[in-house]
T-cell receptor, first 113, second 116 residues
């Protein structure tokens, strides 16, 4: 039962353009959604999060959009830089109890010069 | 750098053996969660420890067990290793309030376990 899905295993974007990574979820009980970035041989690094009561959160070049009715969120990176090349994981959890993060399968983003 | 450290970084074990993985949480954090990441998959929640007690468990068998110490560091123990246990094991620390809310989880670099 994959509650969080990232349907694109990989994405290739030109440097300077916008990168859009997508994520779908099935559990309407999730309260928080997060994006993590992972380089090889490192653990995931927290990027940005959004509460279920909001539809947008922005932090510098990163913006996360949440569409609750569609159970869909996306991460926009503008402008994309070579250092953004990594695997991006979407994750979600409920506010109460153990903050059990439920992760998607990840999307490998490659930024081409 | 997150301040969460895991040891060892790599480990090779034989099927049927037991293994202990260790995690030092970030200073000020009171909660440690463990995740298993198989190749090509996202991390899967194993369990969480809050103030030395188990505080939630994922869909993993009892041969996966853990401990949290008074300094909030943690161990993950796996008994009777199987080939499918080969994965990257990630530890994440956070600060959780009694209400259940908490900070974002900060991950260590992981321990790559190979079972042969």
């Amino acid at each position: 039962d994959q509650q969080v899905k990232q349907n694109s295993p990989s994405l290739s974007v030109q440097e300077g353009r916008i990168s859009i990574l997508n994520c779908d979820y099935t559990n309407s009980m999730f309260d928080y959604f997060l994006w993590y970035k992972k380089y090889p041989a490192e653990g995931p690094t927290f990027l940005i999060s959004i509460s279920s009561i909001k539809d947008k959160n922005e932090d510098g070049r990163f913006t996360v959009f949440l569409n609750k009715s569609a159970k869909h969120l996306s991460l926009h990176i503008v402008p994309s830089q070579p250092g953004d090349s990594a695997v991006y994981f979407c994750a979600a959890h409920r506010a109460q109890g153990a903050q059990k993060l439920v992760f998607g399968q990840g999307t490998r983003l490659t930024i081409n010069p | 750098e997150t301040g969460v450290t895991q040891s060892p970084t790599h480990l090779i074990k034989t099927r049927g053996q037991q293994v202990t993985l260790r995690c030092s949480s970030q200073s000020g954090h009171n909660t440690v969660s463990w995740y298993q990441q198989a190749l090509g998959q996202g991390p899967q929640f194993i369990f969480q420890y809050y103030r030395e007690e188990e505080n939630g468990r994922g869909n993993f068998p009892p041969r996966f067990s853990g401990l949290q110490f008074p300094n909030y560091s943690s161990e993950l123990n796996v008994n009777a290793l199987e080939l499918d246990d080969s994965a990257l094991y990630l530890c994440a620390s956070s600060y959780n309030y009694k209400t259940g809310l908490g900070t974002e989880a900060f991950f260590g670099q992981g321990t790559r376990l190979t079972v042969v």
